[in-house]
């Protein structure tokens, strides 16, 4: 492995609380690691979202832009790299990603349309059903086999996707695709796969989003896996991935190396002109979108930082380290290597555990416990449902836990200690309990949910 293509100018200090301290703050978050407090935390592997360490150059730039209500320079920076990278028309900035879900779908989805999607992601789907639609996922087969290996797992199912949406075309209020595909484990989508998609979208006359969150690491894997692309460079990758598309959603928090932001692109004026009216409502004016100026800056430099082969390389090798060190210990994780996650199949991992008893929120639990590594559940207790009916819990057919990797953040040394603690854990597997729930609210419930051990 080529070592971190950076040197470290500023370091954080870390503590590990004893794990008796660590044992009494997980009781006292409710068993739900959303609940502790970062400086219980030794390394924090929740998400990727936000937590990306900036360059020197990012924080120039934050210095040196001046802060304006309208006109900041900022935004000019940002919309030439905007324009530059993603190509659509039209662009409208907002907080963060879900802020421009939230944009896009009161504008575009009426109660009771339906959106259909490779894979939501949980606050894609929240957002769908808060303006009354109806999210529906069309992940390939290969996705719900995490044992499996293919170089796409995460790609739509196109047979699927066109018998239903053929069926029912005017419910249909567009079609998206996410990418890198998260809620089935950081799998990419293949090129191939995103342009039949768009060839569907344009045959029923819908339009077609792509939910862009980890594009410039989609866009490695399809340079570095599919058939084509290996002498293309990544920013002609992602122009054309975004051709296919009549718009996207963005999250400034994952690829584009900045702590908060995101943006809606289209290239239809009318839905610009709908999302922009809301956008002065809800974020603020169109020069600065719920973010500070100097937040415009780091995204700018960030956006270009993040499609340098040489950062995109080390970053593929970096989660690749952490899942071969786990693949070859017979830790069940998911197959193949993802983009910005280790995902661990709790249901393996734990298999004495039935799924009601949330294995994979238990193994986040453990992890904790065992070495102040903190992890995610992405699984029973994140995307399972209550029936409106029956009051029952609908088991979803995945139960993960992630370690999303910070960009830029930890070295191969935190990796190599993260693999180890979840190596002891697995070692000691059929002595763990599970959890049961006692407390979660409707909507984005894995957020405060509070659980007790089960007996
Ligand atoms: C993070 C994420 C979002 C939401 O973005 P935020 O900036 O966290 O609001 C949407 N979709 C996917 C796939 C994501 O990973």
């Known amino acids: 492995m080529k070592p971190e293509p950076f040197r470290i100018k500023v370091v954080e200090e870390i503590d590990l609380p004893n794990k008796a301290e660590r044992e009494r703050l997980i009781k006292k978050a409710g068993y739900n690691v959303f609940q502790l407090k970062i400086d219980e935390i030794y390394i924090d592997l929740l998400t990727d979202s936000g937590t990306s360490a900036m360059s020197d150059r990012q924080w120039a730039a934050m210095i040196t832009t001046k802060q304006a209500y309208a006109g900041s320079n900022s935004y000019y920076q ?20 879900r802020a421009g879900e939230h944009l896009l779908f009161s504008s575009l989805v009426k109660p009771g349309e339906i959106v259909p999607n490779n894979s939501h992601f949980d606050t894609t789907q929240a957002n769908v059903r808060l ?31 066109e018998e239903f949406v053929g069926k029912n075309r005017d419910k249909i209020a567009l079609i998206m695709t996410t990418i890198t595909n998260n809620a089935v484990g950081g799998q990419p989508v293949a090129m191939e796969n995103i342009r039949q998609t768009s060839q569907i979208a344009r045959k029923y006359k819908r339009l077609f989003f792509i939910d862009a969150c980890r594009v410039a690491e989609n866009a490695y894997f399809i340079k570095t896996r599919e058939k084509g692309y290996k002498n293309k460079n990544i920013k002609a990758i992602i122009r054309e991935i975004f051709s296919y598309a009549d718009g996207c959603t963005f999250s400034g928090k994952k690829d584009a190396l900045t702590n908060i932001g995101g943006l809606v692109g289209m290239n239809s004026k009318r839905v610009f002109e709908k999302i922009r009216s809301m956008q ?44 071969e060190k786990l693949s070859k210990a017979g830790v069940p994780i998911v197959n193949p290597v993802g983009g ?25 639990v453990e992890l904790y416990i065992e070495s102040g590594v903190r992890g995610v559940e992405l699984g029973t207790s994140c995307f399972g449902e209550i029936d409106e009916k029956t009051g029952k819990l609908i088991l979803p057919k995945l139960d993960l836990l992630r370690l999303a990797i910070p960009r830029r953040t930890y070295t191969a040394n935190h990796l190599a200690y993260v693999a180890e603690s979840v190596i002891k854990v697995y070692k000691r597997r059929r002595k763990v309990r599970g959890l049961k729930r006692v407390y979660a609210p409707l909507l984005l419930g894995h957020f405060l949910a509070r659980f007790e051990l089960e007996n």
């Open 280 to 323: 002065v409502i809800t974020e603020g004016f169109p020069t600065y979108g719920g973010m500070a100026c100097r937040d415009l800056a780091s995204m700018a430099r960030g956006l270009q930082e993040s499609t340098r082969e040489s950062y995109l390389e080390y970053r593929h090798e970096q989660i690749n380290y952490l899942w």
């Open 340 to 364: 910005h996650a280790v995902f661990i199949d709790g249901k393996k991992f734990f298999s004495h555990l039935p799924q009601e008893q949330y294995p994979s929120q238990t193994l986040a």
């Open 78 to 97: 940002l919309e030439k790299a905007v324009k530059d990278l993603f190509g659509f028309k039209y662009f409208v900035l907002v907080h963060q990603g």
């Open 131 to 161: 303006v009354g639609g109806l999210p529906k996922d069309f992940a390939a087969k290969d996705a719900y086999n995490p044992s499996k290996t293919a170089p796409f797992k995460g790609n739509m199912d196109l047979e699927k996707l």
